[in-house]
């Protein structure tokens, strides 16, 4: 049989040697578990002398204790190292340089919108959507233009080909066919306003093919337009953050109201800057007036019951004017300089408490 000081050795180099626990566990194992080679040597004992046994006992038993603490010392060994190379491993430096600012930008438009929702959010209103490709009925019959009204040729509207049945579908020259639609599928009372793209064969300075407007559409039976000039008073404070901003509501024609009011809000040019607010020039903002008996009953109501304003907006426009943008074709055209100049950061979101701007 093997000296116990050889065993000792074996075992102990064997510990030594073990690369994890689960190694040193089959170590521990294979000397002290039940068939492990220090405990077999306890067995024997019994077949000695007492005097023998005393000795070799004892023997034993200091060699178990130094194997249990060696394989403790190394478990620990093993343990702490085991942690040091995940820790190495699943570091994180954060001392390195944070990554470069984010470059995107939110488009004034969809930042004068968001403020527009706000706004009238606050007012009690909610949005309402209609599709960009209209049929006839929405975007002009129901709102009292027949086929042979001028007024529609002054929508420069674009015309799908004609269907097999001879009807044309159009882009929709104004966000007003989203009365119709909000009146068919919803009844009275109604509060709403519809921010979306229009569309009119037109382009200049101040005209894109493509612009955004915003309707509103207040119907039930009781608002008159003493409630219009107030909303609309009330939001252009709101908007343009102004304590004070005169308006002058100018009667005016549109098939579907009656009567009718261009609003206008007092501005000043000094300096080639316009201020929304002060002196003494005027900027027509939007159309308005009380919706006409006609559109009331195309939209499947009353009018002897349900009465009400509506009112329509260039949502392109006002953002010019409060963000003091000189050309309306800018906003479509992607120049990322233009974006960085006159974005805004992405985090910025409008709010009545938080700010506007
Ligand atoms: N739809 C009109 C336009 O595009 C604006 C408007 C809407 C006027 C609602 C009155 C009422 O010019």
Redesign the pocket.
């Known amino acids: 049989m093997m000296s116990l000081s050889t065993l000792a050795q074996e075992i102990l180099a064997e510990v030594a040697a073990a690369a994890d626990e689960p190694q040193l566990e089959a170590v521990r194992v294979s000397a002290l578990g039940k068939k492990g080679s220090i405990s077999e040597r306890m067995k024997s004992l019994g077949a000695m002398s007492p005097e023998e046994r005393k000795e070799a006992g004892a023997a034993l038993n200091v060699l178990k204790d130094r194997v249990a603490e060696a394989i403790s010392v190394r478990k620990t060994y093993l343990q702490e190292q085991a942690l040091e190379q995940r820790l190495a491993s699943e570091k994180i430096d954060v001392t390195l340089p944070v990554r470069p600012q984010a470059q995107g930008t939110v488009h004034p438009v969809s930042q004068v919108w968001e403020e527009v929702v706000q706004i009238f959010g606050d007012l009690g209103f909610s949005v309402a959507e209609g599709p960009h490709i209209e049929d006839d009925f929405h975007n002009f019959t129901a709102?009292n233009i027949p086929p042979e009204h001028p007024a529609r040729q002054e929508?420069d509207t674009f015309y799908f080909n004609e269907k097999p049945d001879g009807s044309r579908m159009v882009l929709r020259?104004?966000?007003?066919p989203v009365?119709i639609r909000t009146m068919l599928s919803s009844k009275p009372p109604i509060r709403i306003i519809a921010p979306g793209r229009?569309y009119r064969c037109d382009s200049d300075m101040t005209h894109t093919p493509m612009f955004n407007?915003i309707?509103?559409?207040v119907l039930d039976g009781t608002t008159h337009l003493g409630n219009l000039k107030w909303v609309l008073t009330e939001f252009c404070r709101s908007f343009f953050e102004v304590d004070d901003v005169k308006m002058r509501f100018r009667a005016s024609h549109?098939p579907?109201?009656e009567p009718?009011m261009e609003v206008d809000i007092n501005c000043s040019w000094e300096g080639g800057q316009v201020k929304i607010g002060q002196g003494n020039s005027w900027l027509e903002i939007?159309?308005?007036?009380m919706?006409h008996p006609n559109v009331i009953r195309a939209g499947g109501l009353d009018p002897d019951h349900v009465q009400g304003?509506?009112?329509?907006?260039g949502l392109d426009r006002i953002a010019m004017l409060k963000y003091g943008i000189p050309d309306l074709r800018a906003f479509f055209e992607a120049d990322l300089r233009w974006l960085r100049h006159y974005g805004f950061r992405a985090l910025q979101v409008p709010t009545l408490v938080g700010g506007l701007s």
């Not at 939007?286 to 007036?289: I, K, R, T, W």
């Open positions: 709102l929508h020259t104004h966000t007003s009365q229009t407007q309707e509103g559409l549109f579907f109201t009718s939007l159309g308005s007036g919706v304003y509506a009112f329509g907006m």
